[in-house]
């Protein structure tokens, strides 16, 4: 599944998602993130740490959503609700370098390496506005 045409742009641009997730109590957390859209997968990858709170929502959890809003047009916006489908260890901190490359420009050093992770998330349908 892919996102629309019209919209697709705003996962292909280095921007934040505002990534929700449901913590235990059944209530929504939301945070900015960083992300990179893999269209020939047709996946959202994350990075995030074994410490966090978003991290104990999704594996009880694995349902989120994302918003992200064009910056140019605050009504446009794209939605995505999918299934985390999978976290992979990532002890080296090599996607969060990649994510500080497309954000930043730039890369520095990634102190929590030894707890990163990598977040999949399959996309089970797209909003947009």
């Given at each position: 599944?892919?996102?629309?045409?019209?919209?697709?742009?705003?996962l292909?641009?280095?921007?934040?998602?505002?990534?929700?997730?449901?913590?235990?109590?059944?209530?929504?957390?939301?945070?900015?993130?960083?992300?990179?859209?893999?269209?020939?997968?047709?996946?959202i990858?994350?990075?995030?740490?074994?410490?966090?709170?978003?991290?104990?929502?999704?594996?009880?959890?694995?349902?989120?959503?994302?918003?992200?809003?064009?910056?140019?047009?605050?009504?446009?916006?794209?939605?995505?609700?999918?299934?985390?489908?999978?976290?992979?260890?990532?002890?080296?901190?090599?996607?969060?370098?990649?994510?500080?490359?497309?954000?930043?420009?730039?890369?520095?050093?990634?102190?929590?390496?030894?707890?990163?992770v990598?977040?999949?998330?399959?996309?089970?349908?797209?909003?947009?506005?």
């Amino acid at each position: 599944m892919g996102p629309p045409d019209s919209h697709a742009d705003l996962l292909e641009r280095a921007l934040f998602a505002h990534y929700a997730t449901v913590r235990a109590d059944g209530a929504p957390q939301v945070n900015p993130m960083w992300f990179a859209w893999d269209p020939e997968r047709g996946v959202i990858r994350m990075t995030h740490t074994k410490r966090r709170h978003n991290y104990r929502n999704v594996q009880r959890e694995p349902r989120v959503a994302l918003s992200i809003t064009d910056p140019e047009d605050p009504y446009r916006y794209i939605q995505v609700r999918g299934v985390v489908e999978s976290i992979e260890d990532d002890p080296t901190g090599s996607f969060h370098e990649a994510l500080q490359r497309r954000y930043r420009g730039t890369v520095g050093p990634v102190p929590d390496r030894e707890n990163r992770v990598i977040l999949t998330i399959r996309p089970t349908a797209f909003k947009t506005g």
